[in-house]
């Protein structure tokens, strides 16, 4: 089977046997492009076009063939929709032919999103070898594991050979650091014979600092009128905004249909801005479901530090109007805080009484639905979100952003005890709300994952001193020696220290929290994803300082009730819910409740027609 989608830019194969390449440059009058044959590269004329359009059909190019645009004062520079990039953002673009690859997944059509247990991973570090066929050999680890859903940081091709992610600059292109289009092809191929959907993460906020030439020949893809962290935001309302817009929509279109990938995770949208209506976000869902959407399950999901529920509406069926779901950033701060203690800088938010945050998060979505933050100078944050399937949240103890945005990058289990994290883990993944998994996790990595990137030499000092300022107004970097500490962003030693160490997984602890993992999923699996498609009625009750019991209840009668103590210290609990006691992290929570125990947690589940617990 072929897979490929027809966009109007970039270089696209013609059914003659000619490669058609168009671009758009509305800031220059001219503009070349050069096609390399027998290792030199030959100079192709450009029609120029109405509306800064340049285009041409040539027989000179065919698969493989490398080729670049040339600016009127010589500066060479990659396509803008390059499909891949063999030496890095500064070097010439390759053509690639969509229908050289074979796919053999033409039955598979996605899995319902209420199935959904996500594993995110960064393909540099997820392996020694960091790249994408190392990651196709790990599938059936993470299948075993309970996975559904393997959810891939930005693999967009980025300057240099490690980064995040974040600073991809020619979207269309998998970067070569990972491997070629064919073998994200294969990934995706290979995880879908495993019954694994592949979820990507995608970045339409703004370009990274360095490979990025727009600006020199369609400035119109940027406006003064908005502004982000990273610069002058991108042009999604204003003059010219037709073409910056499809460029977004169809970078979707096209991981979705040329690289049959089932979900897109848009990368912190509260950083666009667009005043237009509809704006940016939603008519890129509304492209994705009047299309593919049409007969694929395609699950779009957001970060949006705003809390704007409004995105995440159902219609009338129940069905979401734009996007299935939203990263809770809100159930991890509160969670955090009573793992660990801490509460400077957006855990402040969460200090006063981090039980009930959490107790909102699990009834109601976001625990900021329009409260004001002290952490934002008193801004009030987010909307009413009660009204929405508890599915449309995805909940995480930890993640790329909330391992990574700490100064050494520690991870979760370093900050709290083995009794703690075992209660996060029970919590995280028998809840009803859709769980993350960050790579590793799953048998307690130790390896932090600290901030890297690798810029060149013009940029590598300001963002060594910018990362180090970034933790200068915390106590425990007040002085030069503490704050020298912070790893340096450049060096590949902090990006080697991120690399899972696989042998862990083998040792005896690696072992014991992997069991735990396949179990605690695979109740998930049998007794939690049969009801999760229906809504749900919740509540919630305190039963101490740390502790509370929340309840959830659908539709055809079946209850669920967490039973949770967030202490060190045993605290009293209430009469033991019916049904049967489905996981408890203490063997007393099975038969009595009336103590909660420090650090313990339990689930009953009362349901008919759920298969019997004890068979």
Known sequence: MKRYHPMPFGAEFQDDGQVHFRIWAPGTQDLALEVENAGEFQAVPLTAQPDGWFSCRTDLAGADSRYRYVLNDGTRIPDPASRFQPDDVHG???????????????????????????????????????????????LTHLAQLGVTAVELMPVSDFPGNRNWGYDGVLPFAPDSCYGRPEDLKALVNDAHALGMMVFLDVVYNHFGPEGNYLHLYASDFFTDRHQTPWGAGLNFDGPGNRVVRDFFIHNALYWLEEYNIDGLRLDAIHAIQDDSRPDIIEELATAVRAGLGRDRQIHLVLENDDNAAHYLARDDQGEPQWYVAQWNDDIHHA?????????????????????????????????????????????????????????????????????GNRAFGERL??????????????????APPPPLLFMGQEWNARQPFPFFCDFGADLAEAVTEGRRQEFARFPEFQDPESLARVPDPMAEETFRLAVLDWADAESAEGIEWLSLHRELLGLRRDHLVPLLAQPARTDWERLGADSLSVRWEWQDGATLTLLANFSD?????????????????????????????GWGLAWYLEAERIPDLAA
């Open 92 to 138: 010439a673009s390759e053509v690639i032919d969509p229908a050289a690859f074979d796919w053999s997944d033409s039955d598979w059509r996605g899995r319902p999103w209420e199935e959904a247990v996500i594993y995110e991973l960064h393909v540099g570090t997820y392996t020694p070898e960091g790249t994408l066929s190392a990651v196709r050999d790990k």
């Open 569 to 597: 210290m045993e605290t009293t609990g209430p009469v033991r819910p019916p049904g049967d006691c489905l996981y408890a992290t203490h063997t007393v929570l099975q038969d009595d409740c009336a103590r909660l125990p």
């Open 413 to 430: 289990a370093a900050l709290t005890s083995p009794a703690a994290f075992r209660a996060a883990t029970a919590l995280l993944l028998l």
């Open 335 to 403: 969670c955090h805080v009573l793992f660990t203690g801490e509460t400077q800088g957006y855990y402040r938010d969460y200090a006063d009484d981090p039980v009930r945050h959490l107790a909102r998060c699990l009834c109601e979505g976001f625990a900021f639905q329009g409260e004001p933050s002290a952490y934002r100078n008193g801004e009030r944050r987010g909307e009413p979100s009660a009204d929405l399937p508890v599915t449309a949240f995805v909940a995480f103890v930890q993640n790329h952003d909330q391992v």
